[in-house]
């Protein structure tokens, strides 16, 4: 990817994580705090390293985008975390939930909307692109099956992602997860356009 | 007293608003996508509609398109997560009355629905 | 890609050397102590084969049907087209013969589910059906297979006796 399209790329996925942690506050009534956020090129077949390996159990939560280009949005957490991301939503003890049955999933499901749209509302509004996000499909399996729903479109066309990564957490430690963005060569080319018109 | 009809793909936000709606002595009749949104207005002809825009099947804005299209008086919110400037628009061109974008607080639904049926 | 060749001749072999294929990697080996592993199977395939009189093994991780307008890294087995044959190659430069290999399948599964992914393409069935349906146009018969559903699956082939055990998250392997 060209140096111009990456750091366009670094500055719309800052400005729409910023948002979406302001979205997954609001919906969860605590503070967020993003503890690390990265841009990385990754092989695709390495991308479930980053969560513990394909082997461990994880929910994800994934919708694409449509309208001025395609990409893909996945949350990716630790069960326990998806657990309790449930109790907070439910406004209940954390430690109630243990398994993701039907309103655990619209649950979580619901915040991935949030989180999505908080996100492409962000760039949209920045670059005047339409950016539009799919309902969710919420999975609960191991990482590496997850991940092949993303994996399997990258890699059609490259065998490497522009990654990016958010690590956040509550202020009081109770969750923390990751938000990977992933975009398509496409989106690239169009984000790269808007830079060059801007 | 009014009948709302709330479209929302989540059931878990359809469970929210419609108890909130409750509580406040509405009837709520609920939808799952735009295309049962359309076929349970045209049969109940409710007095509110508070409409998700992300849904399958049919979104919410062609949803609002066709409500609008049956009756050009239809009283529809739309309450979405999408909150982008074009979308929200394209929701105030095709007749939506309101936009309240989510996570809404309890307030904001019940101001959203006292402006529609007022 | 990873390409193992053993001696199988070797006097020792090492003890059970575990060779785990991402997307899109294909091995060979001839070492009897070698185990050939797929983790975390979606709606990827794997292909698996296995010469029980000369203990040659072979596995692709596949990702996606067919390579024809994608785009095209040679040797890699990211696609069921170029995966299968090279993976039956690799086997026969082992001393393996085609007609004798045990040929199994497995993945393929359905992840996205709900209304909104109804009318897409299952990447997992299309896995499936360009393996089955190019391993019969080469007049190769599928020993046994798990294909589709909706869960993710590790598999592994060892080499010392040629047995296969899928599992599903959390739940105990069983033998194809």
Known sequence: MKELALSRWAELVGIGTTNAMAGLSQMIGQEIEVDSFGLRKVPVSQISQLVGGPEAPAVGIYLTVSGAADGHLMLIYDPRIAFAFVDLLMMQPIGTTKEIGEMESSALGEMGNVIGAFFLNAIADHTGLSLRPSPPAVMADMAGALLDVVSAEILMHADETYLAETTFSTAEGVISGMFFVMPSDDLLSVLVETAAAA | MAKVLIADDAAFMRMRSASLLKELGHDVIEAENGEEAVSLYQQHTPDAVLLDITMPVMDGLDALRAIVAHDPAAKVAMVTAMGQQQVIMEAIKAGAKDFVVKPFDASRIEEALWKLVK | ?176
């Not at chain 3, 596995?59 to 087995?77: E, F, K």
């Not at chain 3, 993710?152 to 599992?167: A, C, F, H, K, Y």
Request: net charge neutral; glycine share 12%.
């Open chain 3, 1 to 176: 890609m990873t390409l193992s060749v053993v001696d199988p001749t070797t006097p020792e072999p090492r003890a059970g050397v575990e060779q785990t294929l991402g997307l899109g990697e294909w091995a060979v080996s001839a070492d009897p102590s070698a185990t050939l592993t797929c983790i975390g199977l979606g709606s990827c395939v794997a292909f698996i084969v296995y010469d029980p009189a000369t203990k040659v093994g072979g596995m692709a991780h596949m990702v996606l049907p067919d390579s024809t307008g994608a785009r095209n890294t040679p040797g890699t087995a990211k696609f069921v087209d170029m995966a299968i044959p090279l993976v039956i190659e690799g086997v026969e430069a082992l001393g393996a013969q085609t007609r004798r290999l045990r040929i199994v399948l497995a993945g393929g599964a359905t992840m996205l589910r709900g209304a909104a992914f109804e009318g897409r393409i299952n990447i997992g069935d299309r896995n499936a059906d360009a393996a089955r349906s190019l391993l019969t146009a080469r007049h190769l018969r599928i020993a046994a297979e798990d294909l589709g559903g909706t869960q993710g699956r590790t598999v592994r082939l060892r080499l010392v006796d040629g047995s296969i055990s899928v599992s599903l998250a959390g739940q105990p392997a069983r033998l194809l």
